[in-house]
């Protein structure tokens, strides 16, 4: 299955890249981020109908096969060697050093839970600094999941129909 990912990554890649067109451009035109498309054409993001004709439209040299897979829940994964690339050894650097004290807002914030990265939309800027430089700002936005209380009462799996003996 990886090996099938790793292949239709790389058609996606192409026609990308034939397309001359940028993660910026291919999102404008299709209402996506930026860092959605590219996880789109990673094969690392599901495809949905009503998005398909978009994105057909931006990427007019995707073929009926490569949108047709685009549409199958894909295999998210990650190569492990990926964080020897220096940008994502510096955003994994970054989350672990800013981490705890992200969570502590959090927790002060909203309480105990955490952030999904399911409900979750991710992009990426390009800004001018105070000094006039380029700076690049990524967003992480989440959905805050709370942690439940485990209730034995609230757990279905365990709950015993009334008048049951439990037998």
Known sequence: MAENKAVFATRLQSVKKKSGKTYNQIAEETGLTNVYVAQLLRR???LKPDTA???KAALPGLTDDLIEEMMNPPLRSY???LIQDPTVYRLNEAVKHFGESIKEIIN???????MSSVDFYCAVDKVKGADGKDRVVVTLDGKYLPHSEQKSDHMLSRV???GS???
Do not use: C, V, Y
Not at 108 to 114: K, V
């Open 165 to 167: 003996s439990g037998n």
């Open 79 to 81: 190569d492990p060697n």
């Open 44 to 46: 690392q993001a599901h």
């Open 108 to 114: 002060e914030e909203f309480g105990d839970g955490i």
């Open 160 to 162: 015993k129909p009334k």
């Open 53 to 55: 004709p978009k994105l």
